[in-house]
């Protein structure tokens, strides 16, 4: 069975910095593209930031230059450094991974940005 749980969310003023966490657990790390999305109130969910299974990264241009996304393999957990944040970064943050034809999503994390 696929699991995704995060952690690392939390209230943070603006110019501040938080690391978001994904375990993971079901899938083979090693061969998943991992995918940080968020969603605002009022908003669809946007994608964040991208890790394929060969450590390359794609960002969302808004993010780029703040967002860091990484993964321990041996951890089997993906993370998403936030640097800079700004008041609409505020939003439910969630781990997505597609597998074997499924996407699965973890809870999500608030992240709340004071201004």
């Known amino acids: 069975q696929v699991h995704l749980v995060e952690s690392g969310g939390g209230l943070v003023q603006t110019g501040g910095s938080l690391r978001l966490s994904c375990k993971a657990s079901?899938?083979?790390?090693?061969?998943?593209?991992m995918y940080w999305y968020r969603q605002a109130p009022g908003n669809q969910r946007e994608l964040v930031a991208t890790?394929?299974?060969?450590?390359?990264?794609n960002y969302t241009d808004s993010m780029k230059g703040r967002f860091t996304i990484s993964r321990d393999y041996a951890r089997r957990t993906v993370y998403l450094q936030m640097n800079s944040l700004k008041p609409e970064d505020t939003a439910v943050y969630y781990c997505?991974?597609?597998?074997?034809?499924?996407?699965?999503w973890g809870q999500g994390t608030q992240v709340t940005v004071a201004s």
């Open positions: 997505n991974t597609n597998w074997r034809g499924r996407s699965f």
């Open positions: 890790s394929t299974h060969d450590g390359d990264t």
């Open positions: 079901g899938i083979v790390f090693n061969l998943a593209t």
